[in-house]
C-alpha cells in the first residue's frame, strides 16, 4: 500500500520561509515521478513544482520560479519543497503526489496523471 506523508507546513509571514517533505512508502520510489500540488480555498488544485525520478528534470510553475525549489532524497524515500518569500497567495493546502514511472525522464504536469497522494499540509501566509 502506497503511502504519502507530508510534514513542514504551517503559518509565516510574507518574505519568510517554509519547508515541506513528504515521506514515501510502498512503492518503488527511484522509479517514480513526485510533485507537489496545491489548492487555495475556493480555488481549484494546481500543480506547483515536479521532479524526475533521479532528481534531474524538475519543473516549476511561474507563479513560483525563483522562490520555491523541489528536490528529493531517494535514499530516504523523501521529497521536499523549500519555500522562499512566501506571499499570501502561496496560502493553500499542499499536496504531494507520485506516480511510478519506469524511465527517467521529465515528469508530466497535470494532476489526473498521478496515481498517488498525500493528505495535505497547510501553508499560511498571513496578508
Known amino acids: 500500500q502506497v503511502q504519502l506523508v507530508e510534514s513542514g507546513g504551517g503559518s509565516v509571514q510574507a518574505g519568510g520561509s517554509l519547508r515541506l517533505s513528504c515521506a514515501a512508502s510502498g512503492l518503488t520510489y527511484s522509479r517514480a515521478c513526485m510533485g507537489w500540488f496545491r489548492q487555495a480555498p475556493g480555488m481549484e488544485r494546481e500543480a506547483v513544482v515536479t521532479i524526475s525520478p533521479s532528481g534531474g528534470v524538475t519543473w516549476h510553475s511561474d507563479s513560483v520560479k525563483g522562490r520555491f525549489t523541489i528536490s528529493r532524497d531517494n535514499a530516504k524515500n523523501t521529497m521536499y519543497l523549500q519555500m522562499n518569500s512566501l506571499k499570501p497567495e502561496d496560502t493553500a493546502l499542499y499536496y504531494c503526489?507520485?506516480?511510478?514511472?519506469?524511465?527517467?525522464?521529465?515528469?508530466?504536469?497535470?494532476?489526473?496523471?498521478?496515481?498517488?497522494w498525500g493528505q495535505g499540509t497547510q501553508v499560511t501566509v498571513p496578508s
Open positions: 503526489a507520485a506516480v511510478a514511472s519506469p524511465w527517467d525522464a521529465p515528469c508530466r504536469v497535470p494532476q489526473n496523471e498521478y496515481d498517488y
